[in-house]
């Protein structure tokens, strides 16, 4: 590994969260970071380099690797040359395997934002083998999904006792909005949800359960949380999937370990508009003429603005309970989708690049893979992980 070309090679900093993702490590990264840029355009790759020289003169000569998202040799090449991989190309089940497969093959670690299970799922079913016997780590949904839910409960835990049952939910808030690439994505997602559910069953009969132990992801019902004061609407999101598989493979979540998921509001009225804003989206990407409608109406590569991305937050709290003891910890920050997500994305290539992580291959979650250390550097990076309050 010492005497591969570079540290990080990012794929994708020429849209919006790549750019976002280049800029992060332009300004936050150690000097001694051996960083490329790789894509598709040449002149769309100078451009960003141009951008980031201004922040840090010494990226001038920063190496650029023009290189398709499809091609297999071009990838593998570039897969061996570098450490860590950063990927915001998608949406991840178009464009995302052959470079999964090329780090998979190489033994580079690897990390993405992707918020698709069946990218996931399909990730682990032919990747994760060899992954496992190359030593790379393939750590999806370093974004916003799911690292503020998956370090989130990885913290609540520590508050816990874990010797009996524990249950956990997490309430997602936001005022925040989306890119066209995330939008592209989502509605590639709903559109593909008979394929989705086939690549989680059979992941679930090869994957095998944890021995003596139980992790659960429970899909949960609408209600007024008593803890919290907010109406609760499950949130079929990928995040508790990713909860579920850290509580799987850590010891220390317990011998039976159930996390749901919930998106929060104050009023019945808000929960209400919000559960039939996603079904409508949902349904209307099921009809080819309106989902491409929809899709002309949000540009890939776009985003929202830096004054609207200062204005954002989220706040995820979670109400953790076990043998009689009540813990309500909460993870919050700025905007989310982006602003957070590249910071979040750029740090956990930092942490597997040069941080003391646990040993670990194959497809491995954020507090599988590098649990404290990753939520320190975000600590220090600005986002908050507190407990609120403990009975
Ligand atoms: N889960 C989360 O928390 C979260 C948050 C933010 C984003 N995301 C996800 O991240 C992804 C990117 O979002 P975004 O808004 O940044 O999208 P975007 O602006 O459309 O950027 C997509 C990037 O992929 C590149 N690309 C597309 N096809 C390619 C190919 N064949 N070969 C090489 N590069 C290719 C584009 O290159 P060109 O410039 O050459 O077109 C561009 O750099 C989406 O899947 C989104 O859902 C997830």
Redesign the pocket.
């Known amino acids: 590994m010492a005497d591969r070309d570079f540290d990080i090679v990012l794929?994708?900093?020429?849209?919006?969260?790549?750019?976002l993702t280049a800029d992060y490590l332009a300004r936050h990264a150690p000097a001694r970071l051996r960083w490329a840029l790789?894509?598709?355009?040449l002149a769309?790759l100078e451009a960003v380099r141009d951008r980031l020289t201004a922040v840090d003169p010494r990226l001038e000569v920063m190496e650029l690797l023009v290189?398709?998202?499809?091609d297999a040799s071009a990838l593998a090449e570039v897969a061996a040359r570098t450490r860590v991989a950063i990927s915001?190309?998608?949406?991840?089940v178009?464009?995302g395997e052959p470079l999964v497969a090329a780090c998979a093959g190489a033994g580079t670690d690897y990390v993405?934002?992707?918020?698709?299970p069946e990218f996931v799922d399909r990730m682990w079913l032919a990747h994760h083998q060899t992954a496992v016997a190359s030593g790379a780590r393939l750590v999806h949904?370093c974004?916003?999904?799911?690292i503020p839910h998956d370090l989130g409960v990885f913290y609540t835990m520590k508050h816990l006792p874990s010797e009996g049952p524990v249950t956990v939910r997490g309430v997602v808030r936001s005022n925040a909005t989306?890119?066209?690439?995330?939008f592209?994505?989502?509605l590639g997602a709903m559109e593909r949800a008979r394929q989705m559910k086939a690549a989680f069953a059979e992941r679930r009969r090869k994957e095998g359960r944890p021995e003596g132990r139980s992790s659960r992801a429970a899909a949960g019902k609408p209600h007024r949380d008593k803890v919290l004061g907010y109406w609760l609407l499950p949130l079929p999101t990928?995040d508790p999937q990713v909860v579920q598989r850290s509580g799987a493979a850590l010891p220390s979540y317990g011998p039976k370990f159930t996390y749901s998921h919930y998106a929060g509001t104050k009023t019945l009225r808000y929960a209400a508009a919000g559960a039939v804003g996603v079904t409508a989206v949902a349904a209307a990407a099921q009809l080819g003429p309106v989902r491409n409608f929809l899709k002309g109406k949000v540009k890939?590569?776009?985003?929202p603005s830096e004054s609207r991305r200062r204005s954002s937050w989220f706040t995820v709290d979670f109400v953790g309970e076990a043998d009689g003891e009540l813990v309500h910890t909460r993870v919050s920050g700025g905007d989310?989708?982006?602003t957070e997500?590249s910071k979040m994305l750029a740090e956990s290539a930092l942490c597997l690049a040069f941080d003391e992580t646990p040993k670990t291959s194959g497809q491995v979650t954020t507090a599988v893979a590098m649990g404290d250390l990753l939520l320190e550097r975000l600590r220090n990076a600005g986002m908050r992980f507190e407990v609120i309050d403990q009975v």
């Open positions: 794929f994708g900093a020429t849209g919006f969260t790549g750019g790789a894509g598709r355009s769309k290189v398709d998202a499809a915001t190309v998608g949406p991840y178009a464009h993405d934002l992707t918020g698709e949904s974004g916003f999904d799911s989306f890119s066209g690439g995330t592209h994505s989502a990928i890939q590569g776009e985003g989310p989708g982006y997500t």
